[in-house]
């Protein structure tokens, strides 16, 4: 510390304040404030330590000379603190680019571009080059160049050998200097080494070892194996994402081998099933975000025709255990290898990402994400703008992997899962200022990112996607291996080993077991990339079959369980849980492959969730309820939360009540032919693979027992038709409409129907039968008693044909056949009195239809019919109807937003009992 005498007083400058100024608010007003202090206090300083001070009343001394301490103190650090300090300063916690200024220690280490100064050569210090604005993608300060005289300054300081105080920071950036770029020491930027000093070398042991050395010196150890059939419907969820039946946990349980035999046949046989590869490819299909369309478009079909095919490529690469390398190859570059024609699939990896309203910048930025994040761990798509405020990443490295994707085109304009050529005459990108199309800057060659390869020559004909691949893939790349063996490890153990799977940059802290991932991506790597290899290594392992009961020591040693001394808990994800419903209740189609199907709605299609269509506008919600990755990006890994959508889904869905309806007509065939009690037994033998318990047993005979209230749904509408005739205004021989699908209601053999003819009817409208004997009617039940008022619009939008004509019928009750004739004279059949209180007729044209002053009692109806007139040619309609009840604002029903869809099956008291079991969380959590 010096003392300073500013007149009567002294002024106390401490070595902290020396080496890193302190914000203008807490030594004076304002920069220029902030400035003429910092200048007095360092020259005081710096002179003190070999004169005497300088006082306040003196004059300052002339401009010192560019090599002194004194120049640096005066000139050139409130230059940078006025500049950069916002940016690159220990004050500011800001560090883009990896680059501090606040020492000449920092700049000398400098950050993802190098090191800043070259003292005596500021023409080839890059800090100096940024100033001078030489470079279009390294300019600085960003949004203003400073002035002539201040950047002569700076070169004169660098040129003269940049000579400046110490700072607490130098010994930090000396040693980092020394060794390269700042943060190219992070762990995970170093090969993965094997763990020392383990008893046994290799394999199982070698995880078991290294978890329970770190166990034991936490007072730990691993927890009891868990029983067999824990054991067995861990490993088939796992590594099929089924469930064992009664009958096999029964055999597994009964097998007279030794647990160390008995498991790696069971293991060996899942890994062998061709539903291996259903579950391992619907993991990489978060990775990949797939999806079946577009996202949002303009003039184009949405969808991707083709997507199933690279799912389906997916789920053979993973049931052949084709090696990692290849299988990264393939997905980058397989119409660029010699034996890659059967693998053109593979590309949907590329190519199913979002269009972006076809914005070729935006393509790429979601390529090179889904690449550098879903590969490597590398967050390349942050320096887009500007270089990586945290990570070694330069901005020119953007944009050497972006022009390999500008070279890569699509012929047809179609991105079809297999489609993909490279330009013939490749073009270098040019870096975009702050990521701006219409800012280009210097033009950068094709290559890999720089802190990875540093000796490297740019990549040669073509795009260059194949050389990408073999750098990504390439041995020394120290990210690949680790990252996909940690997504692995994540999915069978339910934890990752570290904070992001997806970022394994400078903001992700060493994980706790990094020797074991370390460890674990040596093995992988040695054994040729077999991914079934790598999860055999790991579900054969104490830690993955140990129990997964939260009890002794660990509780408060390790609640978050980041030593593994348990297994974790885990609740079905979205595909595991549909598929073991349709397992219980015996529906499930277990056939692969094939085009996408929308699971969502009825008739439910009983394959697996696998091969639901993912539409990336509208994700159903009871997807998004269960946690599933959006397919709208790169999905690092999917969020778990237990929310009450997620019961209340298991309670009130069709899908699930279908499954349970199945279940309980099964059962009810049981115990009318075996009695309740093998019923009972059977029922929880199919949905929970095991017999009930005794204290179950009795509560689920007295639920049987029990008066079970009938389930009485109440309709307010139903979609029909019938024989209208519109003199008399009389409907008869009213039938539902027999088929719903896509929110349609119509003929069960669609449209043309060979009975109904275009019958149909959906929220908006619809189009009527062939003649009058087929009208179609929207029928609606008064819910109470009271005066209602009727508005609507009907429309008839084509230009062509005579119209349609639709008439408002207030039912009043059945008649006898003798009061209502049709307009010859004979008598109609099964027909209701009706008034008849409004009729319109649209021809190319929309009218509007009120009515209203209309008493009805609850439970009467009124029909709303559409016929074709004298012919069905061009009679596609809308009619919107909106019913008010008089004096009760609220009372509304709206035709368009309360079009009815079928009603479930009503669930016996055996159905019931199934659905109570499904929804349990026995049955939706894995142990």
């Known amino acids: 510390m010096c003392l300073l005498n500013s007149g009567e007083s002294m002024v106390h400058v401490s070595k902290t304040a020396v080496g890193r100024p302190q914000p203008a608010d807490r030594v004076a007003n304002g920069p220029a404030g902030l400035t003429a202090l910092l200048r007095s206090l360092f020259v005081g300083c710096w002179v003190a330590a070999g004169g005497s001070p300088l006082r306040a009343e003196e004059s300052p001394p002339s401009e010192p000379a560019a090599g002194t301490v004194e120049f640096y103190t005066q000139q050139i650090q409130p230059l940078l603190l006025e500049a950069c300090y916002g940016c690159h300063s220990h004050e500011s916690g800001e560090a883009e680019g990896l680059l501090m200024v606040d020492s000449a220690a920092a700049l000398l280490a400098g950050g993802t571009h190098g090191p800043a100064i070259v003292p005596g050569d500021a023409s080839a210090s890059w800090l100096y080059r940024a100033l001078v604005y030489d470079r279009s993608d390294l300019q600085m300060p960003p949004d203003r160049k400073l002035p002539e005289e201040q950047i002569s300054m700076v070169k004169r300081w660098i040129d003269a050998g ?21 943060t190219t020491d992070h762990w995970s930027y170093q090969p993965p080494q094997r763990a020392t000093g383990l008893d046994l070398a290799g394999g199982t042991q070698a995880i078991d070892e290294i978890l329970r050395r770190r166990l034991l010196e936490n007072g730990l150890d691993f927890s009891a194996p868990t029983d067999r059939r824990t054991l067995l419907r861990r490993l088939h969820h796992d590594l099929t994402g089924l469930t064992p039946s009664f009958e096999q946990l029964e055999d597994f349980v009964a097998d007279p081998r030794t647990d160390e035999i008995a498991i790696a046949a069971v293991v060996d046989d899942l890994l062998a099933s061709p539903h291996f590869g259903e579950r391992w490819a619907r993991h990489w299909m978060d990775i990949a975000r797939y999806a079946d369309t577009k996202g949002y478009v303009f003039q184009e079909d949405r969808e991707y025709p083709e997507a199933f095919r690279y799912r389906d490529w997916l789920v053979q690469a993973f049931n052949r255990d084709l090696p990692y390398a290849q299988f990264v190859r393939a997905q980058l570059a397989a119409d660029l290898l010699a034996d890659g024609s059967e693998d053109l699939p593979a590309l949907g990896f590329l190519t199913l990402g979002r269009r972006f309203l076809n914005n070729k910048q935006d393509i790429i930025d979601d390529r090179l994400d889904v ?28 944009y050497a992997l972006y022009g390999v994707f500008l070279n890569t085109d699509e012929p047809g304009g179609e991105p079809f899962a297999h489609r993909l050529a490279d330009a013939e005459k490749p073009r270098e990108a040019r870096i975009l200022i702050r990521g701006n199309p219409g800012n280009p800057g210097d033009v950068v060659p094709r290559r890999f990112v720089t802190f990875l390869a540093p000796e490297q020559t740019p990549f040669g004909d073509g795009s260059g996607r194949a050389e990408l691949a073999e750098r990504i893939m390439d041995a020394a790349n120290p990210l690949t291996a680790r990252v996909w063996v940690n997504r692995v490890w994540m999915h069978l153990m339910g934890d990752s080993l570290t904070e992001s799977p997806s970022d394994l940059g400078t903001r992700c802290p060493p994980p706790t077991q990094q020797d074991l991932l370390d460890h674990m991506a040596c093995d992988f790597t040695e054994d040729g990339g077999s991914i079934k290899g790598l999860i055999r290594r790991i579900v054969l392992s104490q830690a993955y079959r140990q129990s997964s009961v939260a009890e002794g020591s660990g509780v408060s040693a390790d609640p978050a369980n980041r030593l593994y001394w ?66 709208d990006a790169h999905s690092p890994g999917r969020p778990k939360t237990s929310v009450p959508q997620q019961g209340l889904y298991l309670l009130n869905s069709d899908f699930v009540a279908q499954q349970a309806a199945a279940l309980g007509r099964q059962t009810r065939a049981i115990a009318e032919r075996d ?11 199919q949905v929970l693979a095991r017999d009930p318990d005794p204290t179950e047993r009795p509560l689920m005979t007295e639920f049987l027992a029990a008066p079970i209230d009938p389930q009485v749904i109440a309709e307010r509408w139903i979609c029909g038709y019938g024989k209208f005739d519109p003199e008399t205004g009389q409907l008869s021989g009213f039938e539902r409409l027999p088929s719903y699908v896509d929110g349609r209601w119509h003929g069960i ?18 189009h009527p039968g062939n003649d009058l004997n087929h009208a179609v009617v929207r029928r609606w039940i008064a819910p109470e008693d009271g005066r209602i008022r009727i508005s609507g619009t009907l429309k008839h939008p084509s230009g062509e044909g005579d119209g349609v004509r639709s008439s408002l019928l207030l039912n009043k009750g059945p008649a006898d056949v003798t009061d209502v004739s049709d307009a010859e004279g004979s008598a109609v059949e099964n027909a209701d009195v009706s008034e008849l209180l409004g009729q319109w007729v649209a021809t190319n044209s929309e009218v509007k239809t009120t009515a209203g002053g209309i008493e009805v009692r609850a439970g009467q109806s009124l029909d709303f019919v559409t016929d074709c007139r004298s012919g069905p040619g061009h009679d596609s309609f809308t009619w919107t109807v909106r019913i008010r009840y008089e004096g009760s604002p609220r009372r509304v029903d709206e035709s368009e937003k309360q079009l009815p869809t079928p009603n479930p099956e009503p669930l016996d008291v055996w159905a019931l009992l199934a659905q109570a079991l499904l929804a349990g969380n026995e049955f939706a959590f894995v142990d």
């Open 566 to 631: 348990r297994m974790n808990r885990r609740r079905r994800d979205l595909e595991s849980l549909r598929d073991r419903l349709l397992v219980a209740s015996g529906e499930l189609d277990r056939s692969l492959g094939g085009p996408a199907l929308r699971i969502d709605r009825e008739p439910f299609p009983p394959r697996r969730t696998i091969y639901a269509y993912l539409d990336r506008q509208n994700l159903p919600g009871f997807f998004r309820n269960f946690d599933m990755a959006s397919p």
């Open 749 to 766: 053999g669609g449209m043309p129907d060979e009975k109904l003819g275009w019958a149909m009817l959906s929220a908006q409208g619809g």
């Open 675 to 685: 009695g309740s009690d093998a019923a009972i037994t059977w029922l929880t033998r």
């Open 162 to 182: 940049a000579v400046a105080p110490p700072s607490e920071w130098d010994a930090e950036y000396a040693e980092r200097a020394q060794s390269g770029l700042v």
């Open 371 to 398: 690449i550098t994040r879903g590969l490597m761990g590398m967050t390349l798509a942050c320096a887009r703008c500007h270089d990586h405020k945290y990570d070694p990443v330069s901005q020119a490295d953007y």
